[in-house]
């Protein structure tokens, strides 16, 4: 009998001195700054030249309510053209305009190409049948509202 008033003894201790809650992630807890986002990278080999590719977009996109916010651009150039026509050069680069639904997986959506992004990471660039190419945000910490941690566990010992 004394063993189990001990052992229940010992884990109301314990109990009391665990976390109780989680650590879950976060929407914004107010509106985030709105900033500009951008990303970079190179599709290898695509129809005999690379494609440079750079985006342009801000973090908040459409969520922000203002038309303005919600405005994405991509601009593609080719680069180590190896492929000639009688013309002359077969690749040609592109300017896109098109609108962001913003946050970390937003949504880029152009009249002919979706873009989406992947916890505030990259942009997934899809060429139905070839391949996913990923293009880097180069500044990912403008998602961090939406990214960062929030510990909601509430410890005994600290009340």
Known sequence: MFRIALF???????SLAAPVGSIQAKGPSQQPKPQRGTATGLIPDYFGSDISVEIEFWNVGALNGDPAFADATVVTECVNVNIHNEEGVVC????????FSGGPD???????LTLQLRGGKYFEFVIPGVATHKIEVDNPEIFDPWLKKVDTRVRFSDL
């Open 8 to 14: 229940a003894f010992v884990l109301a201790l314990v």
């Open 92 to 99: 040609e680069g592109v300017s896109l305009a098109g609108t």
């Open 106 to 112: 937003g949504v880029i959506t152009f009249e002919t």
